[in-house]
């Protein structure tokens, strides 16, 4: 299992041995809406070929956070479940290699984006913009 929590879109995955099958939310990757984002939801699998995907059934759950959000925290979720699923079950060299071409095309394929949303305070509109000040 590996987790990607991406804003507020958190992700969770389960790894098993099987025929190469990810379906997210009990939808088949290959029909991910939106369609315009598809394609960086497959990174992971475009990037390593299919063929270390093959033995692999990995089950992805999503909720909370937008389109965007869920895509990107999807994305990183089953990059990471495929290296834990190689580092426990496969050997540690294939893992490596992994990790290694994920992280040469983009970091955050592994590595969780720590940014939030800045809570708001008092005195102003939102977290750092003051109130106008008026002297009349």
């Not at 033995?55 to 479940?81: F, L």
């Not at 969780?112 to 809570?119: F, G, K, S, V, Y």
Request: charge should be positive; include cysteine.
């Amino acid at each position: 299992t590996a987790s990607a929590p991406h804003t507020e879109a958190v992700v969770s995955t389960q790894s098993t041995g099987g025929n190469g099958m990810i379906k997210v939310n009990g939808v088949p990757i290959d029909l991910i809406q939106p369609p315009t984002l598809r394609y960086k939801v497959l990174d992971p699998v475009l990037l390593l070929g299919k063929k270390r995907f093959e033995g692999v059934d990995i089950r992805v759950r999503c909720r909370g956070g937008g389109a965007t959000a869920r895509i990107y925290a999807i994305r990183q979720a089953i990059s990471k479940s495929l290296v834990a699923y190689y580092q426990k079950f496969v050997d540690e060299t294939s893992k490596k290699e992994i990790k290694d071409i994920l992280l040469n095309y983009d970091k955050s394929m592994l590595v969780a984006d720590p940014r939030r949303c800045e809570p708001k305070k008092f005195g102003g509109p939102g977290a750092r913009a003051r109130y106008q000040k008026s002297y009349r």
